[in-house]
């Protein structure tokens, strides 16, 4: 029987490991590179014969425990792991959340834009970062450090987005998707809990049941500072912390929006 696409993927990775890369002795000179299926078997605590049938082609179901005891055999990254699940007619086994923080770059980069205003999300919906003007952009509010808390509990968001009840109901979609997302998350899950308890409106909208994720679209705004502000929005999901997410806010060029932003954003460094 011909080698599957499986087969293939197991073989090319474990040319590409090392013994080092897995805590295996060199065992002096190697007719092959990387490790030998034997010790792929070993690692992975299944039969050599089981794992040789895997690359010919001749066992195309393996299990998700061997999957998963597979991956940690060959060093994959959470790229190979997902890979190798999807050529095995498997969805991947989410892992753990990690806790919640900024990568140092992703900082910079906010700090980058200083004429428009941006946030680094987390899983759910707390605010993990902003450059300088995102902060001035979202300033009227108690800075529960929460965008869920503040658009239901906090009433400046009531004059703050010019569409209430538009900015809630998106606002409930998108922490529905992160709250049932594989593997849930437990702060989205304690937010709701939350919320359903000291917000019926948040409850109703929850009761609805949508699911819908931030997408590139127009906002518009009341800030009290700079008055009305009709700002494009677009999300971006951070690859290195799945969950998070960057929302970056900007004004047309040349617009009476434009404007005001650049006001707010001078009224921000003025100490």
Do not use: C, I
Request: net charge neutral; aromatic share 6%.
């Amino acid at each position: 029987m011909a080698a599957s696409p499986l087969g293939d993927y197991l073989r090319g990775r474990r040319a590409a490991v090392r013994p080092a890369d897995v805590d295996l002795p060199g065992h002096g000179p190697r007719r092959v590179p990387g490790l030998r299926r034997e010790e792929v078997a070993v690692l992975a605590g299944v039969s050599a014969d089981y794992y040789v049938r895997l690359e010919q082609g001749r066992e195309r179901s393996p299990s998700a425990q061997v999957l998963d005891a597979l991956a940690d055999a060959l060093a994959l990254d959470d790229d190979g792991r997902q890979h190798l699940f999807r050529l095995a007619g498997l969805a991947p086994r989410p892992a753990a959340p990690a806790p919640e923080r900024a990568d140092p770059a992703l900082l910079q980069l906010l700090d980058s834009w200083p004429a428009t205003p941006a946030l680094l999300l987390g899983r759910a919906y707390d605010v993990l970062a902003a450059n300088r003007l995102g902060s001035a952009l979202f300033g009227g509010f108690e800075h529960s450090g929460n965008l869920v808390v503040d658009v239901f509990l906090d009433p400046a968001a009531r004059t703050f987005y010019a569409d209430w009840p538009a900015a809630a109901a998106s606002t409930v979609a998108g922490l529905r998707l992160l709250e049932g997302a594989p593997g849930g998350d437990r702060r989205a899950g304690e937010l709701v809990r939350r919320l359903l308890r000291e917000s019926a409106e948040f409850a109703e909208l929850w009761a609805r049941n949508e699911a819908r994720g931030k997408s590139a679209g127009v906002k518009g705004f009341v800030h009290p500072q700079v008055g009305p502000l009709t700002l494009r929005v677009q999300t971006f999901d951070v690859r290195s912390a799945p969950g998070q997410q960057l929302v970056v806010y900007h004004a047309e060029p040349g617009s009476v929006s434009a404007q005001s932003l650049a006001l707010l954003g001078s009224l921000a460094v003025t100490p």
